[in-house]
């Protein structure tokens, strides 16, 4: 009965159109009435201690970070740097898509943010170059969604707070699935395209390419610095975040001189507006999450899937499948606050490593970022690519497949993500 009550509260009140944030308020107060202890301190005690966590101080830098990058010329740079090496090969601005995707991802950790900036110049160029448009906008999309599985990652901070897990390990286990998914990007690229009848770039002489790494070099060590630094245990994830925003701040004021004093109060009123709106959003996840907790909704579901508890694989099979169909509804954040406190408390009971569920969980919810209707970046690019989004649903379903085939692999083989793990550590 607790869990009729908490979807149907959930669902109706995102049916008629109120705010992810304020319908996990909303049921909160449900389940606080249907349990008999409403309570308006519990809703906002537990808003204030959700927010006020010293870990969630990485997210405001991050982002900060990531608009410094686009605004500092940190990220064309990358993608010069990337044209430059592999830009002559057949399809090569794909490649040079994925490759600067995957070193954008280390950088700023925003799905969104990668994507509109990868979108932004890539797109005139493979438009011009005489490429199928809308599959190279789902290539862009399909791309961006990788850095919230590659540290530093918002997605990874989100749930470690909720969850209860490291942040530091979730980040260095990520690094490998983030790397598979950009390799299956790649392979799907090169087989979806090898019918274009396109003329690749002209070869760059080393000479050329030593300067565009030259100029890049600023731009690659911060992904050096950061992951390097949590590493080796000279600063936390927190502390990282902050790392990386001085860093960009200094490299494009200073060394790229492309960030002007007068840019900073958009800049930085752009990384406040984002951070706002994450912020509430846990805040107000963990007054549903405290109520979840109390009212034993995760024992009544794992009475449910009990039976499966004995099959891990198979548990783990069916918990991505239903992450799937509620990621075409729901953004990333929420899909994450909704259901950690809910599946947590299921996968320690399985024996599954958290630290293992909490990566393709993770990479599950930035499938959902792709998917139809909802599908965050897929608006990004369509909107940045001047596709109609229709077109880039299209363009971005091999590469959605291939996606959620790296998801389904990782759950089969788990020692593909916990063995990097083991080294790293």
């Excluded at 808003?47 to 990485?58: N, P, Q, V």
């Amino acid at each position: 009965m607790t869990i009729a009550v908490f979807l149907a509260a959930l669902l109706g009140a995102m049916a008629i159109g109120v705010p992810v944030a304020f319908a996990l308020i909303f049921t909160g107060i449900v389940l606080m009435f249907h349990m008999g202890i409403f309570n308006t301190q519990i809703v906002a005690q537990n808003m204030i201690s959700g927010a006020d966590t010293f870990t969630l101080l990485a997210i405001p830098f991050f982002l900060l970070a990531g608009e410094l990058m686009n605004a500092g010329g940190l990220s064309k740079r990358i993608i010069a740097f990337a044209v430059a090496c592999v830009g002559h090969i057949r399809g090569g601005l794909g490649i040079v898509a994925v490759i600067a995707a995957v070193i954008m991802a280390s950088l700023s950790g925003s799905a969104a943010a990668d994507t509109a900036a990868l979108a932004s110049i890539l797109i005139p160029m493979m438009r011009q170059a005489g490429y199928n448009v809308p599959r190279a906008a789902g290539l862009m999309a399909s791309g961006g969604i990788i850095a919230p599985v590659i540290p530093p990652s918002i997605a990874f901070i989100i749930f470690g707070v909720a969850a209860n897990v490291s942040i530091t390990q979730l980040f260095l286990a990520g690094i490998v699935p983030g790397l598979l998914m950009a390799v299956a990007l790649c392979i799907t690229w090169l087989i979806v395209s090898r019918k274009e009848t396109v003329e690749p770039l002209p070869r760059q002489p080393w000479s050329e390419r030593l300067k565009a790494t030259g100029r890049a070099g600023w731009a690659l060590m911060m992904p050096v610095i950061i992951l390097g630094g949590i590493r080796f245990g000279l600063f936390t994830p927190t502390e990282a975040a902050v790392v990386a925003a001085v860093y960009a701040l200094f490299v494009g004021m200073f060394i790229y001189r492309e960030l002007k004093p007068a840019q900073l109060y958009g800049v930085f009123l752009q990384a406040a507006k984002t951070t706002s709106v994450v912020l509430f959003l846990v805040a107000a996840a963990l007054v549903s999450a405290w109520l979840i907790t109390s009212a034993n909704i995760p024992a009544e579901i794992g009475g449910l899937i009990r039976p499966l508890m004995d099959n891990p694989k198979l548990l783990l099979f069916v918990i991505m499948l239903l992450v799937l169909v509620v990621g075409t509804a729901l953004d990333l954040a929420p899909t994450i606050l909704i259901l950690s406190p809910v599946l947590m408390p299921i996968v320690r009971e399985a024996g599954i490593d958290p630290v293992y569920f909490g990566v393709i969980f993770v990479m599950n919810t930035c499938i959902g970022l792709i998917t139809p209707p909802v599908g965050i970046v897929l608006n990004v690019v369509s909107g940045v690519s001047r596709v109609p989004l229709g077109q880039v649903v299209w363009g971005i379903l091999p590469f959605l497949l291939a996606q959620v085939c790296v998801l389904f692999l990782l759950v089969l083989f788990p020692e593909l993500v916990l063995t990097p793990l083991r080294w790293l550590r």
